[in-house]
């Protein structure tokens, strides 16, 4: 199947511990893009990276640092894990404009 | 910053009736708007897109008109089905092209639910 792909899909942990999502597109897409969707609904990116260099950096803290080893995959690591953190994290990849998103990781920190 | 308002954040239609959902954008810059539909612990899916340079766009049930003077846009669903229920966002973007549309960030709206009864 062609699209964007995420694990995992749920993810439950303990504050203080560091977890990862990792994100994987097929698309052949050059950009790839993280998003918080928090429990208001609300949909607000994080990074974006076009051929595994990062373009924009919303002012997130310095405890999610993404990765991407290639332009398929933007993996995105959490440390040192808050309670709001707990989201809705949703993976995305584009070609001009348009863009796709992957099928959500939901993060819950206890 | 661009800010990007959508109104109403609820709205209830019975079936076979027109839904309407509007959006402000505050970036003149703006050039693209997307609309998404996210159905319930789903992904945001697009369902119609306007460009810049376009006022109305349209798909089977679904339009979408720009005013860019006013810095509005909306979405138009007609003869509105069950399975039109789900959260619908509106997005804007100022859209480069550079570095292959990763400086493309897409603004969204709060979101509007919108519950279709049968």
Same mark, same amino acid.
């Given at each position: 199947d062609t699209a964007v792909s995420q694990t995992p899909k749920y993810l439950v942990t303990q504050m203080g511990n560091d977890k990862s999502i990792k994100c994987e597109q097929n698309l052949g897409h050059d950009t790839m893009y993280w998003y918080k969707q928090d429990s208001k609904k609300f949909l607000k990116i994080m990074f974006s990276y076009n051929n595994k260099e990062l373009i924009i950096n919303e002012t997130v803290p310095n405890r999610f640092s993404p990765k991407s080893p290639d332009k398929a995959h933007l993996n995105l690591h959490i440390n040192s894990l808050e309670l709001g953190d707990s989201a809705v994290y949703f993976c995305a990849s584009s070609v001009s404009n348009t863009q796709y998103f992957g099928p959500g990781t939901r993060l819950t920190v206890l | 910053g661009e800010n990007?308002? *959508?109104?109403?954040? !609820?709205?209830?239609? *019975? @079936?076979g009736d027109s839904a309407v959902i509007k959006c402000t954008y505050s970036d003149s810059a703006s050039n693209y708007f997307p609309w998404y539909k996210q @159905?319930?612990?789903?992904? =945001?899916?697009?369902?119609?897109?306007?460009?810049?340079?376009?006022?109305? #766009? #349209?798909? /089977?049930?679904?339009a979408v008109t720009l005013n860019k !003077?006013? #810095?509005?846009?909306?979405?138009?669903? !007609? @003869? !509105? /089905? =069950? @399975?039109?229920?789900?959260?619908?966002?509106?997005?804007?973007?100022i859209g480069s092209g550079v570095y292959g549309g990763a400086t493309n960030k897409l603004i969204f709206g709060t979101g509007t639910l919108l519950a279709v009864q049968p």
């Open positions: - | 990007v308002e *959508q109104h109403p954040s !609820t709205l209830s239609v *019975q @079936e @159905e319930l612990g789903k992904r =945001p899916q697009l369902i119609i897109d306007i460009r810049s340079n376009v006022g109305e #766009k #349209k798909d /089977q049930r679904i !003077t006013a #810095k509005h846009f909306s979405l138009h669903i !007609t @003869e !509105t /089905q =069950p @399975e039109d229920s789900a959260v619908y966002f509106c997005a804007a973007s």
